[in-house]
């Protein structure tokens, strides 16, 4: 069983930054790709970011590109979502999730194991 759990969202202005970190259990996180996804208020879960399980090859939403940027520490089992010069449309439930392959995905069917999410609010 995998366990997936997000922290690091909160409050910020617009043009501030977060650092969201989502720490995994079970010894098969370096294995699999991971990935990032966000969900507003009345809309459906979109792909934000992911990662190649070797950490060399990284992809990213048109909306995010350039701000965001993706990490991951394979020995702390952890993956990394730093998100700079945020605006309001950022706002939404973020939440990581571990890939069904090495590769990088961005179809949410390709993600098998999900975090609970953790909320991040821009104001303006």
């Known amino acids: 069983q995998v366990q997936l759990v997000e922290s690091g969202g909160g409050l910020v202005q617009a043009g501030g930054s977060l650092r969201l970190s989502c720490a995994a259990s079970?010894?098969?996180?370096?294995?699999?790709?991971m990935g990032w996804f966000r969900q507003a208020p009345g809309k459906e879960r979109e792909f934000v970011a992911a990662?190649?399980?070797?950490?060399?090859?990284?992809y990213y939403a048109d909306s995010v590109k350039g701000r965001f940027t993706i990490s991951r520490d394979n020995a702390k089992n952890t993956v990394y979502l730093q998100m700079n010069s945020l605006k309001p449309e950022d706002t939404a439930v973020y939440y990581c999730?571990?890939?069904?392959?090495?590769?990088?995905?961005?179809?949410?069917?390709?993600?098998?194991?999900w975090g609970q999410g953790t909320q991040v609010t821009v104001s303006s």
């Open positions: 999730a571990r890939a069904q392959t090495i590769a990088v995905v961005t179809s949410i069917l390709h993600y098998d194991y």
């Open positions: 079970g010894r098969t996180f370096s294995t699999y790709a």
């Open positions: 990662i190649r399980w070797s950490g060399d090859s990284t």
